[in-house]
Nanobody
């Protein structure tokens, strides 16, 4: 079981910056990918960026060049630095972890979400 706790959301003006952090706790065999998804009102949850334990990154085209994901494998944490924020980045951001459990299953875990609002 993995428990994810996010922090760092808030309200920012267009062009501004925010940093999201997510720390995991719990006992699993390994945590494979960690990252962030977001869900805007009336829309489906979508990938923002994921980073594997070896550092491979998969990110949405809409955030490339503006968002940076990083991970600390020792602390089992993942950060998302967001620059040049746009109104359309407004959403609830969810931390995600894909882990292999002690009994060999691959399980998907989610944080409770943190609100990011970009507005004048």
């Amino acid at each position: 079981q993995v428990h994810l706790v996010e922090s760092g959301g808030g309200l920012v003006q267009p062009g501004g910056s925010l940093r999201l952090s997510c720390v995991s706790s719990g006992v699993v065999f390994s945590i494979n990918a960690m990252g962030w998804y977001r869900q805007a009102p009336g829309k489906e949850r979508e990938l923002v960026a994921l980073i594997s334990s070896s550092g491979n990154i998969n990110s949405a085209d809409s955030v490339k060049g503006r968002f940076t994901i990083s991970r600390d494998n020792f602390k089992n944490s993942v950060d998302l630095e967001m620059y040049k924020l746009k109104v359309e980045d407004t959403a609830i951001y969810f931390c995600n972890a894909v882990a292999r459990t002690l009994d060999g299953r691959v399980a998907n875990y989610w944080g409770q979400g943190t609100q990011v609002s970009v507005s004048l």
